[in-house]
């Protein structure tokens, strides 16, 4: 059975603050890692990775693939209270993805 | 303008109801998704259709019906309303032969009493 594995569960940091959320996967026909925020509504698309070692940026977030560990990083530098919120990650095997439980961080002022 | 639109967003009923949550694309994508988050933010998915074909069906009880007319919409019926049904339903899309993200709907929240 396809698995993700999201940690940590929970994460309370200061503004300013640099984190790191971590992603593992076991899938079949393993394609791509995608990366979602989740505020109140629904997931809102970050990042996609398809390939290894090519990290991809936006703003002061980053990310990057390991294919060989089957895992992906989410960084998130100078963090806000804006950032505050349930990190997705999910693997895309065969147009379905599979998500982990997510990470869920909080900013504080 | 609303890519993917779900209705109801709120739903609040009985044990033992039958309800229903209605799904539409306007992206022109081929696969349509249910998913279901529970009370601790985990999205498992519940049903696949492509081009009005099921093609994934997770283990969901038969309660659970879905219904595809066409390929722009994915309903989403369930009998008999239990009380761990209690969760946010998400619609979502993907164009076909696309490895790339899910595009989704703002989520129906539904409330079993």
């Known amino acids: 059975e396809d698995k993700v594995v999201q940690s940590p569960l929970s994460l309370v940091v200061h503004e300013g603050d640099t984190v790191t959320l971590n992603c593992s996967y076991e899938v079949t026909n393993f394609r791509s890692l995608l990366w979602y925020k989740q505020e109140k509504k629904a997931p809102t698309f970050l990042f996609m990775l398809?390939?290894?070692?090519i990290e991809k940026k936006s703003g002061r977030l980053s990310s990057i693939l390991d294919k060989k560990e089957l895992s992906s990083i989410l960084n998130i530098t100078a963090t806000q209270t804006g950032d505050s919120a349930i990190y997705l990650c999910?693997?895309?095997?065969?147009?379905?993805?599979?998500f982990g439980g997510g990470t869920r961080l909080m900013v504080k002022p | 303008d609303t890519a993917v639109s779900q209705t109801p967003k709120y739903l609040v009923t009985q044990m033992g109801n039958d309800k229903s949550i209605k799904c539409e694309q306007n992206l022109g994508h081929d696969t349509m998704y249910w998913y279901k988050q529970d009370s601790k933010k985990f999205l498992k998915i519940m049903f696949s259709y492509n081009n009005k074909e099921l093609i994934i069906n997770e283990t969901v009880p038969n309660r659970f019906s879905p219904k595809s007319p066409d390929k722009a919409h994915l309903n989403l019926h369930i009998n008999s309303l239990e009380l761990g049904d209690s969760a946010v339903y998400f619609c979502?899309?993907?164009?076909?032969?696309?490895?790339?993200?899910?595009?989704f709907g703002e989520g129906s929240r539904l409330t079993v009493l």
């Open positions: 398809t390939s290894s070692g």
């Open positions: 979502a899309s993907i164009p076909s032969g696309v490895t790339g993200e899910l595009f």
């Open positions: 999910a693997a895309n095997a065969g147009n379905m993805l599979t």
